[in-house]
């Protein structure tokens, strides 16, 4: 099959979560199975590995109501068989850092910019002369994608394309003002609630691609069934639930490749399942890197978003009650403010025992994943979660809330592979590092935890399968 799979982050070009991941390695598992896959993504100006970028001699013209806009497209050959293009627009792409906003907050133009990639992405097939046999968007940054498929290309050889759009997150809706459906040149009769993109007053791109996409699928099976709920379903989970027959959960798999202890060049030294020796170096390695003393204490990890549906104020809330046994922690990351103070708070009162880095270190986060005993992710809800899956095959025990993907990654009981708990509580959360304390105590029943993480399989390949089936199953409709 020829696939056009369109994403606004893509690793390892950019990222700036578990999207880019999956977005850098599900078209690679597609690739493998034999079809063609090309990807399209922003130019972004902070762009990594920009070298590889070459020019394909083709450039977009858009119109739309606010202005005509164009630029070339770039190319970075992966594979025989995928090719990743870039949108270059300096006024939308090139003229700032950041993906979705800065300091300041999100970018104004935020729907013009997407709307750009969503329509840009269609045109670019069509300029490269690529007749996709299925169309494969993600998030509501490409909720448009479909839309435009079936109200702006349906006289085009685009037309006869089946397009897919997955869920990574419900919560981030994409949501504007009404005044956008004119700005863009969407036609009013799609600013109805049933059938259209109308959100309570306002533009819901999300809805956009829940609504006209063929079929729709969820990073986890139990998110699948979590977001037809309305605790979960911000709103959207009536329209999930009429549509419950076209919307699959497909768990994320992870790179095996980057993440693997056994070859991982960002560790001091390597291990596996079999030989968990190098584990013990990166500890001590780890404790260096984050200036705590060294010594056989329990390291508890994060590496994240300081995010509210990451649950880090519950984490911020029960760490000085953990904190009173000999424990360390570690933590990776960047988000709310309020968050990054809390962490820098925690680490000044506990200086001993507490040590965090505030910013995105792709790097550091390697050296984390394999130094660390303990790795938490009390999440308020998870649709998959990629993290709790690297700390497994780094033998890295994971503390995770019983919700979404986690439930369907991480085993818990005596004989599993990790702690799971279920109230979002602090007393719950408490509980789960007694947990993890009485099983650091027992170095045979740990190593039984860690060796059954280690050992399991999380590859793309059986995932991939299962988009492959969505495909072939649509193109045969
Ligand atoms: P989400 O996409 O909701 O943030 P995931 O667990 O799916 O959650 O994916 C997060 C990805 O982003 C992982 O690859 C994780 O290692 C990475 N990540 C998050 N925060 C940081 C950070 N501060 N530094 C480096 N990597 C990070
Ligand atoms: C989102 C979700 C995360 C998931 C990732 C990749 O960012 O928050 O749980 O793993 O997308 O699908």
């Known amino acids: 099959m020829k696939i056009l799979f369109i994403s606004s982050e893509v690793a390892p070009f950019s990222k700036t979560g578990g999207l880019g991941d999956v977005a850098g390695a599900l078209p690679v598992a597609l690739a493998s199975l034999g079809h063609d896959v ?3 993504t922003p130019r972004y100006r902070d762009l990594r590995d920009a070298g590889r970028l070459s020019p394909t001699g083709q ?8 202005g005509e806009q164009g630029g070339p497209i770039l190319s ?3 594979s025989e068989r995928l090719e990743v293009l870039f949108l ?14 800065d300091a300041w907050g999100e970018f104004g133009d935020n729907a013009r910019r997407f709307a750009y990639l969503s329509v840009g992405a269609l045109q670019a097939a069509q300029r490269l002369g690529f ?9 509501w940054q490409t909720g448009l994608v479909p839309v435009a498929l079936r109200r702006g290309f349906q006289s085009t050889a685009l037309a006869s394309a089946r397009s897919v759009f997955t869920i990574h997150n419900l919560a981030y809706q994409g949501q504007f003002p009404k005044g956008v459906m004119a700005d863009l040149g969407l036609p009013w009769d799609l600013f109805t609630s049933e059938g259209g993109l109308e959100f309570y007053d306002t533009v819901n791109l999300l809805k956009g691609g829940l609504v006209f996409a063929d079929a729709l699928t969820t990073v986890s099976p139990t998110y699948a069934r979590e977001i037809q709920t309305p605790e979960q379903g911000y709103g959207l989970d009536g329209l999930l639930r009429r549509r419950s027959h076209r919307l699959h ?16 060049p960002f560790l001091p030294e390597r291990f596996g399942p079999r030989e968990l020796a190098g584990k013990a170096v990166c500890k001590r390695e780890l404790l260096r890197r984050f200036g705590l003393p060294e010594g056989d204490a329990p390291v508890f990890a ?4 300081l995010a509210w549906q990451k649950g880090m104020d519950l984490l911020l809330d029960a760490l000085p009650t953990a904190l009173q046994a000999d424990i360390r922690f570690v933590g990776v990351g960047s988000g709310e403010g309020p968050l990054e103070e809390g962490m820098r708070a925690l680490q000044e009162r506990y200086p001993k025992q507490v040590s965090v880095h505030l910013g995105f270190d792709p790097a550091l986060s390697h050296l984390v994943e394999a130094g660390a005993d303990f790795f938490l992710m009390p999440s308020r809800y998870e649709p998959c979660g990629l993290n709790q899956m690297y700390s497994l095959r780094y033998g890295t025990v994971p503390i995770v809330r019983a919700t979404g993907g986690l439930v369907d990654t991480v085993e818990g009981g005596l004989d599993g592979n990790g702690i799971l708990f279920e109230a979002f509580h602090r007393a719950a959360l408490l509980a789960a590092f007694r947990r993890a304390l009485s099983l650091y105590a027992d170095p045979l029943r740990l190593g039984d935890f860690r060796r059954r993480g280690m050992e399991k399989d999380f590859s793309w390949d059986a995932s991939a399968t299962r988009y492959e089936a969505l495909y072939s199953a649509l193109v045969a409709e």
């Open 38 to 40: 090309k990807v399209v």
């Open 59 to 66: 450039s977009l013209q858009l119109r739309f109501p606010f």
């Open 76 to 78: 970075a050959r992966m």
């Open 88 to 101: 270059e627009n300096e006024f939308f792409f090139g003229n700032r850092h950041g993906l979705y906003g």
């Open 131 to 139: 007749v996709p046999d299925i169309i494969h968007a993600n998030d």
């Open 249 to 264: 959960g497909i768990l994320n798999g992870v790179d095996t490749h980057e993440w693997n202890p056994a070859t991982d």
């Open 302 to 305: 994060i590496v994240s978003r």
